[in-house]
């Protein structure tokens, strides 16, 4: 047995059991969370249950209970006689991994409600639709129904079941875009052909990593799915290329809030763009 594996096996062996569960609830930690999620991005369990479920819920319970052992181990360390100092940091530690999981959870609060749907489009008025196959793929996988832009939160199934708070319930998909501070506009051609748009759109995708991109040049509409690394959540993308200007859309499957996920994304998808037609033009 090599002699580094050797030392540790002792230093366990000196430690008190307190810290020994302490350490063993540390890393258990982050090997339940990526359980979560990889469950759920392989399809073991749904995303509500992974998400939800194991995540916000047995996710919270497991941090109380990481926080609870390292405080008493803490004070166990402190009243200890003589004091190891290397145990008193373990029951820091322990006590700092749940409270900065706690200040992330807050945080994803946070953005939900700044963030309170999960379609955002560049044209409000008439937001780029989808193609058939893309909808056959969403209902398929029991996706959220595409929403009219122009109904009020408080009259949308979803959002009366998520408990939509009186001030968003009157305002509709448009209004919530149009105050957005971060609100992303249509690209211009300039002086790109329609072609070129689709052909630049389809580019900037790819280089996105996005998949399943289709396009097709005669509607002017190019479509790709976005997913997310851990859970795997997907969310449908299409882009309509007119005569004058490119517009952006970009639909979460599942969920209420995307977090701003969809806005960061149609942001840098026509950054992306612009850039390639800009290259292209020179």
């Known amino acids: 047995m090599p002699a580094g594996r050797v030392m540790v096996g002792r230093?366990?062996?000196?430690?008190?059991?307190?810290?020994?569960?302490?350490?063993?609830?540390?890393a258990l930690l982050p090997l339940y969370f990526l359980v979560a999620a990889l469950g759920t991005k392989i399809g073991i369990w749904g995303w509500k249950f992974g998400l939800l479920t194991m995540t916000?819920?047995?996710?919270?319970?497991?941090?109380?209970?990481?926080?609870?052992?390292a405080l008493v181990s803490l004070v166990l360390a402190l009243r200890a006689?003589?004091?190891?100092?290397?145990?008193?940091?373990?029951?820091?530690?322990?006590?700092?991994?749940p409270a900065v999981a706690l200040v992330m959870f807050l945080g994803a609060g946070s953005k939900a409600k700044d963030n309170p749907i999960h379609d955002i489009a560049t044209d409000t008025a008439n937001p780029p639709a989808f193609s058939a196959e893309t909808m056959a793929a969403r209902e398929a996988a029991g996706a959220?129904?595409?929403?009219?832009?122009?109904?009020?939160?408080?009259?949308?199934?979803?959002?009366?079941?998520?408990?939509?708070s009186p001030e968003l319930a009157v305002k509709s998909h448009a209004q919530i875009i149009t105050d957005r501070p971060d609100r992303p506009a249509p690209l211009?051609?300039?002086g790109a052909s329609k072609a070129e748009g689709v052909a630049a759109v389809a580019a900037a995708m790819g280089a996105m990593g996005l998949s399943e991109i289709r396009s097709d040049p005669a509607t002017g509409i190019v479509e790709g799915v976005a997913g997310t690394f851990w859970f795997g959540f997907k969310d449908d993308v299409v882009a309509r290329v007119?005569?004058?200007?490119?517009?952006f859309r970009s639909a979460s499957r599942v969920g209420v809030s995307d977090l701003g996920a969809n806005t960061a994304r149609i942001i840098d998808l026509r950054a992306r763009t612009e850039s390639i037609l800009g290259s292209a033009a020179r």
Do not use: E
């Open 11 to 26: 230093m366990m062996n000196t430690l008190p059991r307190h810290t020994k569960i302490l350490l063993a609830l540390l």
């Open 242 to 247: 007119g005569d004058a200007q490119i517009d």
């Open 56 to 69: 916000l819920g047995g996710g919270m319970i497991l941090l109380g209970l990481v926080a609870l052992a």
């Open 188 to 190: 211009p051609l300039g």
């Open 81 to 97: 006689k003589p004091r190891r100092n290397g145990l008193v940091i373990v029951g820091i530690l322990g006590l700092l991994v």
């Open 144 to 164: 959220n129904p595409l929403d009219d832009y122009q109904t009020p939160l408080g009259q949308i199934p979803l959002y009366q079941q998520s408990g939509v």
